[in-house]
């Protein structure tokens, strides 16, 4: 289906990559440094679980102070970390999970994530595959290489390990909308939406699947139902900036520019790292005439993401062409 290069490159797909649990006090050889630290590790874990982060990981701290042999100890303290944003050290520890005991299946597996998150894809495939290995059941490992895969533009290969997630596991809703995604991107649409009307009906409240579902609509042609999933998406969570830069392309598409470069302003303020965001709101602004604004939003985009210098280039080229139709050149 012919698409408008302009709107196509850009429409954004929420992946979702899927995570596991704490790891459990899991009984050492009994001494009492062994049985201190596990008494560190249960109290973390119950601080892990309210929510608050900072506590659990000064009690894991104190789980590996009383013995650094406890892998599950590093690995929970990752688990914290990584809910703080810290991936770096997070990523240490998992190093150290890891190299204190090769077999810990959950470490792979949120290892791969934190790479796949700082763009290691190659990285986190080998975790996965590590994953898989150790577990062939593990539906959260086939998903999160399928990610992987899907970042790599290996959509092919990232359908076929949703398909044996969703085998696996057939009552999460993030492995359906990720299938769904990898659909659109190979252009089966309606496939794509009908996964993610069964990630909505699994978890009816996420803004990332009214989203998503948003943007297969989009892709499709069907505009208005589009529209629908996006102010759905934002009334759910009006801080999900992917939703309004997704509502944005749909007012681009229907010509109101106005509506679009104000969307794309509230996505941008909400995740002032979106390269896409200022790349779009550059291209409405230069369709408005406003062209000094427009090379700033431009300039931000390739100090972003200078991945996007060929595309972006493309896109104003069209745009320009399009005016100059028009007699609107400024």
């Not at 102070?65 to 703080?84: G, I, V």
């Not at 290969?157 to 991107?185: C, M, Q, T, W």
């Not at 965001?277 to 090379?295: C, D, F, M, T």
């Amino acid at each position: 289906m012919k698409r408008s290069s302009i709107l196509a490159s850009f429409i954004v797909f929420q992946s979702v990559f899927c995570w596991l649990s704490l790891a459990p006090a899991i009984a050492q050889p009994l001494t009492s440094r062994s049985a201190t630290a596990t008494s560190y590790i249960e109290r973390g874990a119950a601080w892990f679980a309210k929510g608050e982060y900072e506590r659990a990981i000064a009690d894991f701290d104190l789980a590996i102070a009383s013995d650094p042999s406890y892998a599950d100890a590093y690995y929970n303290r990752a688990a914290a970390r990584r809910r703080m944003g810290d991936y770096e050290r997070a990523l240490v520890d998992l190093d150290s999970a890891l190299k204190l005991n090769p077999r810990l299946t959950e470490a792979y597996v949120d290892r791969a994530g934190i790479r796949y998150l700082l763009g290691d894809l190659d990285g986190a495939i080998n975790d996965s595959d590590k994953a898989i290995e150790l577990n062939h059941r593990l539906a959260v490992a086939w998903n999160n290489r399928g990610l992987a895969r899907s970042g790599k533009g290996d959509h092919a290969g990232a359908l076929a390990d949703f398909d044996r997630a969703v085998k696996l596991d057939p009552r999460r809703a993030e492995i359906y909308n990720n299938r769904g995604a990898a659909r659109s991107h190979l252009g089966d649409f309606d496939g794509a939406i009908n996964d993610q009307n069964r990630a909505i009906k699994l978890k009816p409240d996420s803004a990332e699947l009214w989203s998503d579902r948003g943007a297969a609509r989009q892709f499709k042609g069907d505009l208005e139902g589009a529209l629908a999933d996006y102010n759905q998406a934002i009334k759910l969570d009006p801080r999900f900036a992917d939703a309004w830069f997704n509502r944005a392309t749909y007012w681009k598409a229907k010509g109101d520019l106005g509506r679009a470069e104000a969307d794309f302003t509230v996505a941008i303020e909400l995740k002032p790292q979106l390269a896409d965001a200022y790349a779009q709101r550059g291209l409405v602004r230069l369709l408005n005439g406003k062209g000094s604004e427009a090379e700033q939003d431009f300039a931000r985009c390739l100090e972003l993401n200078k991945n996007l210098k060929q595309l972006l280039e493309q896109l104003i080229t069209e745009v320009k062409q399009q005016l100059a139709a028009r007699g609107q050149i400024r």
